[in-house]
């Protein structure tokens, strides 16, 4: 899980600046208005899908976090040690 709060937010910030670098470097036309405020458009929507991604990353990670904890509690219940959970 720790590779999604990394990736997806990394994904993110490479598409945002691809899709910035190609008005420079690409034939860039949108039939609807200027290209560049398609792009500005595009550029915004990613920085949030970013933030959210490394904030759904950090979410699975405690998720994993608390599952491996519930697990490492349960063997040493099995074991015979004391057990809590909370």
């Known amino acids: 899980m720790k ?11 490479q598409l945002a600046r691809g899709t910035m670098e190609s008005l420079d470097t690409c ?6 208005r200027d290209p560049a405020e398609s792009v500005t458009e595009a550029v915004l929507l990613l920085n949030q899908a970013l933030r959210k991604a490394a904030e759904l990353g950090d979410l699975l990670e405690a998720a ?3 599952v491996d904890g519930a697990l490492a509690g349960l063997t040493h219940a099995v074991a015979g040690a004391p057990h ?3």
């Open 64 to 66: 994993v976090f608390g």
């Open 27 to 32: 034939d860039v036309y949108d039939l609807r």
């Open 3 to 13: 590779g999604v709060g990394h990736g997806l937010p990394q994904a993110c910030a």
């Open 84 to 86: 809590t959970v909370g």
